[in-house]
């Protein structure tokens, strides 16, 4: 059974369900990561996929375990130790066991995974200055303000499930 406006008057037609804030922050996540990775591609990372930001995105320079990894990413443990194993495979971490719990262990960046992210911070430079080309300087920062400030709102309430993520300016 198919609804028609005459069934139930939501507007399902209408542009509220495609431009509002939540699938314009989609929108614009999807460009923004979708010319990071070409970037990756094109500094040599091609075997990088999207499921990887998962790992690294949430991995600290000192190493973290996988249950932190994976309460961060919002995922299983097991999704995550699948996605961390890979990871391995591909030479961008390492893993060892957690000195304060044996039965715990502890992911680090291997030599690779720091060539990877420092080619993750030159690509999304030049991301971001292209999509302020496009949004002009203004518009950027004024985004850079609003979406901080959203994200540090998120942080203040307890309840936010985005709590866990840190911005690092």
């Not at 314009?24 to 990756?40: I, K, P």
């Not at 995922?75 to 719990?101: F, W």
Request: glycine share 8%; net charge positive.
């Amino acid at each position: 059974m198919t609804l028609g406006e005459s069934d139930l008057d939501l507007g399902l037609t209408h542009s509220w369900r495609s431009d509002n804030v939540g699938r314009l922050l989609l929108a614009g996540f999807g460009v923004f990561e979708g010319r990071l990775m070409h970037r990756l591609e094109q500094s040599g990372f091609s075997m990088v996929r999207h499921v990887h930001f998962n790992v690294l995105r949430h991995l600290d320079p000192e190493g973290t375990r996988i249950v932190d990894l994976a309460a961060r990413a919002r995922i299983t443990k097991g999704s995550m130790g699948k996605i961390v194993k890979e990871c391995e495979q591909l030479g961008l971490v390492e893993l060892r066991v957690d000195p304060d719990d044996g039965r715990a262990k502890v992911v680090s960046f291997a030599k690779q995974g720091v060539a990877l992210m420092k080619a993750i911070r030159a690509a999304m430079i030049e991301v971001q200055e292209e999509m302020a080309r496009v949004t002009g300087e203004d518009d950027m920062a004024a985004m850079l303000r609003a979406l901080r400030a959203l994200h540090d709102d998120a942080v203040r309430d307890e309840g936010a499930r985005s709590a866990r993520v840190r911005v690092r300016r």
